[in-house]
């Protein structure tokens, strides 16, 4: 005598057949795997930050003793010749440039230190400017000339300066104040850089 009905034989593998997809793991479901596929900082990678190399101070020493030499002498001629010969009063005229003198003094430190280069496989960044910021990419392949050179003052502290020639006159550039050894090792470099990528075009 059979006391179960026909209809509860079967009922478990109704269950089963009705719900399969619960039988796989949900990592394996394509439509969950989509944003993962379509995440562009998954499938592109992250370009490496440039390594930015600043100027010695020596270039911050020279400008600065340029700058008082200069606005020095200014300041003294307007405070002793015209309180000398018009009066005590007139020696205010001295105030002016040593205002010029004391804002130059700040600039010339912030100018400084806005002055950078990064070498990087392809080309050279360079940048520079306070108020107005101003960044230039030279590529090695477009060198066509690059040079050291050195003032009667700039030796004086111990300073080069290397100039970059290329074909467009666009993108020239220079680098200032850098020290001799750093001057020669960065032009020896970007010309045989530059003679790499050039017989490489």
């Known amino acids: 005598m059979e006391t179960g009905s026909p209809d509860d034989t079967g009922a478990a593998d109704t269950t089963d057949a009705a719900h399969p997809a619960r039988t796989e793991p949900e990592r394996n479901d394509p439509a969950r795997n989509e944003p993962e596929q379509n995440d562009p900082a998954r499938t592109e990678?992250?370009?490496?930050?440039?390594?930015?190399?600043?100027?010695?101070?020596?270039?911050?020493?020279?400008?600065?003793?340029?700058?008082?030499?200069?606005?020095?002498?200014?300041?003294?001629?307007?405070?002793?010749?015209?309180?000398?010969?018009?009066?005590?009063?007139?020696?205010?005229?001295?105030?002016?440039?040593?205002?010029?003198?004391?804002?130059?003094?700040?600039?010339?430190?912030?100018?400084?230190?806005?002055?950078?280069?990064?070498?990087?496989?392809?080309d050279l960044l360079i940048s520079r400017g306070v108020l107005w910021r101003e960044e230039t990419v030279v590529p090695y392949g477009r060198m066509q000339l690059v040079e050291v050179t050195s003032g009667p003052v700039e030796r004086h502290f111990g300073l080069a300066s290397v100039q970059l020639h290329t074909a467009a006159a666009a993108t020239d550039a220079t680098i200032p104040g850098l020290d001799p050894a750093e001057a020669e090792r960065l032009r020896d470099r970007l010309t045989e850089l530059g003679e790499a990528r050039s017989a490489g075009l």
């Not at 990678?45 to 390594?51: G, T």
């Not at 001629?77 to 018009?86: H, K």
């Open 45 to 122: 990678p992250a370009r490496p930050e440039p390594v930015w190399t600043g100027l010695p101070p020596g270039l911050l020493r020279m400008r600065r003793l340029l700058l008082v030499v200069w606005l020095g002498l200014l300041t003294v001629a307007a405070a002793l010749l015209p309180g000398l010969f018009l009066g005590p009063l007139w020696a205010a005229l001295a105030l002016p440039p040593l205002a010029l003198l004391v804002w130059g003094w700040v600039m010339l430190e912030r100018n400084w230190r806005s002055w950078r280069y990064a070498e990087r496989a392809d």
